[in-house]
């Protein structure tokens, strides 16, 4: 299931024809695959290994394993994000 929130990114910043399904570390830009982070800014490939980004990429598919504790991570930070924003209701005057 896609999650839609302030942080989810709905659309890769590069091509805005997929879904931002990474994120890139230094501008945080939301890109769909590889190809897309290469091109969005050379300074973020270039201080992040970008084969090093190619791996991870091919680790999350080979070990799906991976992908979905990532994914259960991304969903925990994300839900802590929505909480900070709605506090809980112990105002009750
Ligand atoms: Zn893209
Ligand atoms: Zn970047």
């Known amino acids: 299931m896609l999650i839609q929130g302030k942080d989810e990114c709905a659309l890769c ?9 990474y994120k890139c570390p230094k501008c945080q830009a939301c890109y769909c695959s ?12 270039e201080a992040f290994n970008e ?22 991570q991304l969903a925990e930070m994300t839900s802590i994000d929505t909480k900070g924003t709605q506090l809980p209701a112990n105002s009750n005057r």
Do not use: W
Request: aromatic share 2%.
């Open 13 to 21: 910043a590069i091509c805005h024809k997929r879904g931002g399904r």
């Open 51 to 72: 084969e090093n980004v190619i791996e991870e990429l091919k680790g999350q598919k080979a070990t799906p394993e991976q992908g979905s504790k990532m994914r259960a």
């Open 34 to 45: 590889v190809g897309c982070y290469k091109g969005h800014s050379k300074e973020c490939t």
